[in-house]
C-alpha cells in the first residue's frame, strides 16, 4: 500500500518530468532564428538546458534535490521568458 509521501512524491516526478520535456520540446521545435531575434540564448543552448533537465529529473527521479530543484527551475525559465518572446514572432516570409 502506498503512502502519502510516497504518492506525493510520484506527483512531484511525473509533474516535474512532463514540464521539462515539454520545455525540450518546445526549444527543439522553434525556430532558430527565433531565439536570436528575441535576444535569448541560442537554440542549441536551450535546448542542451532543457534536455540536460529532462535528463536529470529521469536519473534522479525526484524533482526535490540538489540538481532536480534547478532543472524545473531551469524549465520554468524557458516556459514563462523564452517560449513567450519565441511563440510572438512571425513565421516565414510575411508575403
Wanted: hydrophobic fraction near 60%; charged fraction near 10%.
Amino acid at each position: 500500500m502506498a503512502t502519502f509521501d510516497g504518492l506525493l512524491l510520484l506527483v512531484l516526478y511525473v509533474g516535474a518530468q512532463g514540464l521539462t520535456l515539454w520545455a525540450f520540446v518546445d526549444a527543439l521545435i522553434r525556430p532558430a532564428a527565433g531565439f536570436v531575434a528575441t535576444g535569448k540564448l541560442t537554440k542549441p543552448g536551450w535546448a542542451a538546458i532543457t534536455g540536460l533537465a529532462a535528463l536529470l529529473i529521469f536519473w534522479q527521479q525526484n524533482p526535490m534535490t540538489l540538481f532536480g530543484l534547478p532543472a524545473v527551475i531551469a524549465a520554468i525559465v524557458y516556459l514563462v521568458d523564452v517560449r513567450p518572446a519565441v511563440r510572438g514572432l512571425p513565421r516565414g516570409n510575411s508575403w
